[in-house]
């Protein structure tokens, strides 16, 4: 979590600094700092709250000259929310600046040690304790900038992405990396640092990404110098072309990112098959699964480890995976997962979902599964991210940058991913008819027209928001593979609108929760034509004969819900295993509308952070 942002060469370093934060307040927006070099001082101003409120603040408080500066977005972990606690922090001596992303964990240790020496803290955060740190090692060792942070970062046990400078040598900022993502963008005599290229798109296509445990001197004269942190070996910059650009990253006439991505799924989900389905020949190419077909086939279970929403996809997996390609599947919560000390064999495949690559817990959960001798696959929006780079193989979803918090397309072309690749196994073991394949392909390649035409029903989704939009608990059902859509369905309504929301199997409902069944309760019941729709049905007919409010979502057409429920949502009819692709969009626009009717901060609601590099 956080953001972190740098620049140095020839332009003003403020205004590319301050944009390029407002497209970091995704990883975090409890503060926001700056810090720029100007006529032999470090101009420094931060703030609790927002980028927004940082630019207020610095245009009263420091001059924003300078051509060389960092700026961070925090999510707090060590300390409070507040001004102190907001990064840059400066060293005792005043000389060096640091903004950090992540944790140091055995910083109290370190901190011991300093205060015996004689150094004071204004903060309560961890990376006080590391600017200290370096600065103490610069002088006792009478070492350069680079040699310190090296030495300390030696010292340290944990996770950071950290950019440093030193205003007695303001030709050059100092980074490393290890566990949170640094990238440094190449323009012509002039670097920019970021967590993701995202600040520096304008500038240049150009950009290495550190890997773990290097660190870098940039500077003005002499250009970029890698090397390994522990034992000091020089690494070749691999300068990579980046491929995204600006609109992608826009709003584009959209009120936030979360309605824009939600209305992004039909080309988002085109884009995850494009190349790889080929209904009409019959044929799914993924190069991760072919190069290896035969470990993947040969595997005993498939295990899903992932988090939140991705888990929610791992979930949809399972059903998909079981009934089409007959494998068994154990979707876990790479949190649980890491520390469980579960039981891993070389026959087994393991799946890590991350729309991020970034998910500190799975990115854990990969290394404890690679560690057992499992063959790890990775499914990833972000390309080049951590996680994508430490699994043996895997595939992109191609979503294009999320930036609402709510994950929405990310969801979707995860399944989408999973499908391809459980009809193609389930192709190569025969576990599926050619005419059961096909009809899957060609109807899979129908879905993006589907979702358009799900979201037609937005107006009418809007009516039902207002009428729910003040319920303080609401209760999603489902069943079969729509069971983890009534998961997601709630996550999406909890993280946006903070109304306590819980999903649940509907047949779970009388083994307990109908007991919250009152006239003031919601109940979104998913209830497709295909897909346990009579015992849906009946689950309906229980919350109805207790008062409770329903909305369900329907296939086209459908007259038996209808005619119980209070409302119902229509999606357009499909496969049943395809079906989360679609009765998930009512739901993430049910979530939007009431968390704008409600006045929340829908691209970055509160306590939450885009990607969760802490575990
Ligand atoms: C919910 C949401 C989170 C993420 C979770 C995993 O809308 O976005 O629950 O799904 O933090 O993140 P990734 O997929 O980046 O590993």
Not at 33 to 44: F, M, T, V
Not at 342 to 355: C, L, M, R
């Amino acid at each position: 979590m956080c953001g972190i942002v740098g620049y140095i060469g020839k332009r003003e370093a403020y205004p590319i600094i301050l944009e390029g934060l407002k497209r970091l307040e995704y990883r975090g927006y409890d503060s926001a700092g700056i810090a720029l070099y100007d006529d032999s001082e470090i101009k420094l101003s931060k703030t609790k709250g927002k980028v927004a409120d940082l630019e207020a603040k610095a245009a009263t408080e420091i001059s924003t000259n300078g051509t060389l500066g960092i700026g961070h977005t925090r999510w707090a972990t060590h300390g409070i929310p507040n001004d102190i606690n907001s990064h840059p922090h400066y060293s005792n001596s005043g000389n060096l600046v640091i903004i950090h992303n992540g944790i140091i964990e055995n910083y109290e240790s370190l901190k011991k040690e300093l205060l015996k020496r004689g150094y004071t803290f204004k903060s309560d955060t961890d990376t006080e304790v590391l600017i200290n740190l370096i600065e103490d090692v610069k002088i006792n060792e009478n070492v350069k900038l680079g040699k310190a942070v090296q030495i300390a970062l030696n010292q340290v046990v944990g996770a950071y992405a950290i950019a440093v400078f030193d205003k007695k040598k303001p030709n050059e900022i100092v980074v490393a990396k290890l566990g949170s993502p640094l990238a440094i963008g190449i323009g012509d005599e002039e670097y920019f640092i970021a967590s993701d290229a995202s600040p520096f798109l304008e500038y240049t296509k150009k950009a290495i990404y550190l890997e773990d445990e290097e660190m870098a001197v940039i500077s003005r004269k002499k250009g970029i110098k890698i090397r390994k942190i522990k034992n000091d070996a020089l690494v070749d910059p691999y300068i990579q072309e980046l491929q995204i650009n600006l609109e992608q990253i826009e709003k584009g006439g959209y009120e936030h990112f979360m309605l824009k991505e939600i209305h992004e799924q039909p080309n988002a989900i085109k884009d995850t098959y494009r190349g790889r389905l080929r209904a009409k020949e019959g044929i799914i190419k993924m190069s991760g699964i072919d190069d290896n077909l035969e470990r993947i086939l040969n595997a005993n279970r498939i295990i899903v480890v992932a988090c939140g929403t991705s888990w929610h996809a791992g979930l949809v997996s399972e059903y998909i995976f079981e009934n089409l390609a007959r494998i068994p599947v154990e979707v876990e919560y790479a949190s649980e997962f890491r520390y469980r000390n579960p039981v891993i064999t070389e026959k087994d495949v393991v799946i890590a979902i991350s729309q991020s690559g970034e998910t500190a817990d799975t990115l854990a959960a990969i290394k404890l599964a690679k560690s057992k001798g499992a063959f790890v696959f990775g499914v990833c929006n972000v390309v080049g991210s951590t996680i994508s780079r430490e699994t043996h193989a895997g595939a992109y979803t191609h979503a294009g940058p999320e930036i609402g918090v709510a994950s929405t397309k990310a969801f979707t072309t995860q399944i989408t991913v999973l499908t391809l690749i459980a009809l193609k196994l389930a192709k190569e073991k025969g576990t599926i008819s050619n005419s059961q394949f096909h009809m899957q392909l060609q109807e899979l390649e129908l879905i993006p027209d589907k979702v358009k035409k799900a979201l037609k029903y937005d107006e009418h989704i809007k009516m039902v928001a207002s009428i729910y939009k003040d319920a303080k608990n609401c209760l999603y059902l489902g069943r079969g593979y729509n069971f983890p859509v009534a998961l997601e369905g709630a996550l999406k309504l909890k993280e946006i609108s903070y109304i306590h929301a819980e999903g649940y199997p509907a047949a779970e409902m009388k083994h307990g929760p109908i007991a919250l069944i009152d006239e003031q309760m919601p109940v979104f019941v998913i209830a497709t034509k295909k897909g346990h729709y009579e015992k849906v049905v009946s689950n309906i007919q229980e919350i109805k004969s207790r008062s409770g409010k329903i909305i369900g979502i329907v296939t086209e057409g459908d007259q038996d819900v209808k005619y119980i429920a209070d409302h119902v949502i229509e999606i357009p009819e499909t496969l049943e295993s395809l079906t989360p692709l679609l009765t998930t969009i009512p739901l993430q626009l049910l979530s939007y509308h009431i968390a704008v009717m409600l006045g929340r901060n829908v691209d970055q609601p509160r306590n939450l952070a885009k990607s969760v590099t802490v575990e």
